[in-house]
């Protein structure tokens, strides 16, 4: 049990650093993508610029709750603008509201199919989601050691995977 416990750290801590290094470049964020008009704001799209500003700021200083409302709010007066979705289900993934989460994130990308900053959150969600059943996999104990070797392992391909897909 203890090289399970051993291989379970450095599979996670393997991952957490090969997403870093796979997604670093998007840390930077990304640009409005509102679906209204560049040449006027209608009140509606300086309304829904501020939620969204509110929604990010509180989000950076880890209030996720009030964010979420903040884009809930901007999404019910432009249900068309990806990034308002991205962080709406990012705040939802921080939330542990991982269903409502990938909804979102779906979202988005139909929307904006070519959205690094979306497809990298998404991918963390699917990560978080891994991680929450590998710990109820390993609460079984030993009615579950091989699933639980089977789970490192397909994690330890993961992780290999993406190293390979950098060179």
């Not at 870093?20 to 610029?49: D, E, I, N, W």
């Not at 939802?92 to 979202?107: E, H």
Request: net charge positive.
């Amino acid at each position: 049990m203890k090289t399970i416990k051993s291989r379970i750290t450095i599979t996670v801590t393997g991952l957490t650093i090969a997403c870093m290094c796979t997604f670093s470049v998007y840390a930077g964020g990304s640009k409005s993508t509102s679906s209204t008009s560049k040449s006027k704001p209608t009140t509606s799209a300086k309304k829904v610029s501020k939620l969204y500003k509110e929604g990010k700021f509180l989000a950076d200083t880890w209030n996720y709750s009030e964010a979420l409302e903040k884009f809930e709010a901007a999404y019910k007066l432009d249900k068309k603008n990806a990034d308002v979705l991205n962080m709406m289900a990012y705040s939802q993934r921080k939330l542990g509201l991982l269903d409502k989460a990938f909804k979102n994130y779906k979202r988005a990308l139909r929307l904006k199919p070519e959205f690094p900053e979306a497809r990298e959150y998404l991918a963390e969600a699917h990560i978080q989601a891994a991680l929450r059943e590998a710990k109820i996999l390993k609460s079984y104990g030993s009615n579950a050691e091989v699933e639980m070797e089977e789970l490192i392992k397909c994690f330890l391909d993961a992780v290999l995977e993406l190293n390979l897909s950098q060179k």
